[in-house]
């Protein structure tokens, strides 16, 4: 599974962004795909999550209500629309994508950057 991000950007505080993560390759094995996102000197973390089967979502409390995860199953893409963005959306976000069942592997992205000035 390949995996290519786009949409990042800088954005005023306040401001709207949208990414997106094209998927190729093993597509069918996809199980559930998401959005991480890492901040200089900190852990990555989960930001949204859609599962392949039945488009479950769930969301990392600092983004409810602001972010919204999306999947275009026709076109193998993923999107996460941000509205609202504050200056700690600062980060770079990654592409996730997970396949297996019993045993589980992840593939990622490259990573863009999202700026938000105050």
């Known amino acids: 599974v390949q995996l290519v991000e786009s949409g990042g950007g800088l954005v005023q505080a306040g401001g709207s962004l949208r990414l997106s993560c094209a998927a190729s390759?093993?597509?069918?094995?996809?199980?559930?795909m998401g959005w991480y996102r890492q901040a200089p000197g900190k852990q990555r973390e989960l930001v949204a999550r859609?599962?392949?089967?039945?488009?479950?979502?769930n969301y990392a409390d600092s983004v409810k209500g602001r972010f919204t995860i999306s999947r275009d199953n026709a076109k193998n893409t993923m999107y996460l629309q941000m509205n609202s963005l504050k200056p700690e959306d600062t980060a770079v976000y990654y592409c996730?994508?997970?396949?297996?069942?019993?045993?589980?592997?992840?593939?990622w992205g490259q990573g863009t950057q999202v700026t938000v000035s105050s």
């Open positions: 996730n994508a997970q396949t297996g069942r019993v045993i589980k592997r992840d593939y």
């Open positions: 390759g093993s597509t069918f094995s996809i199980n559930a």
């Open positions: 859609i599962t392949s089967v039945g488009g479950s979502t």
